[in-house]
């Protein structure tokens, strides 16, 4: 997976210790990372004649859903940030090249079947790390 060299948390119990700033800046890291692959697949897919539009469709779908998660996870930080709940720290996360994410094509040149199970691996980790955060932000959800 091309985000394998990103540093991550192995275990719920491990991501619970992170601070909130460098969780959310994990969150926005990983999200990142996919953009640019996610566009790639698409591209790729789209050249396949033998595929129903129901997958092309599906694709994306999920490239949409990954940006619109995106841009809703940074208009929490800058909630947290106008809040006081974390600090202005990660200002100019919006590009890559800020988040320190890798510029090979790696992503790009996996199988499908590898690059869908690195997605869903990241896509796990994202869905824990905002749960975390949630509960973090808001406790009285009795998390």
């Known amino acids: 997976c091309h985000t394998a060299k990103m540093l991550t948390p192995n ?13 959310t800046y994990l969150i ?3 999200l990142q990372a996919w953009k640019e692959p996610l566009s790639h697949f698409n591209q790729h897919i789209e050249h396949h004649q033998e595929l129903p539009d129901d997958s092309l469709s599906k694709a994306k779908q999920i490239r949409n ?3 619109e ?5 940074e208009k929490v930080t800058e909630k ?3 809040m006081g709940i974390i600090s202005n720290s990660l200002q100019g996360m919006a590009s890559s090249e800020a988040a320190g994410l890798p510029t090979s094509n790696e992503a790009n ?10 997605f869903r691996r990241d896509s796990n980790k994202v869905q824990s790390y905002l749960k975390i955060l949630k509960c973090r932000i808001m406790p009285e959800n009795s998390c």
Not at 11 to 23: H, N, S, T, V, W
């Open 11 to 23: 275990g719920k119990e491990y991501a619970q210790k992170i601070p909130r700033e460098e969780l």
């Open 28 to 30: 926005l890291k990983l």
């Open 65 to 67: 859903m990954v940006h």
């Open 69 to 73: 998660l995106e841009t809703g996870v």
């Open 80 to 82: 947290m940030q106008s």
């Open 109 to 118: 040149m996996m199988s499908d079947s590898d690059f869908i199970h690195c």
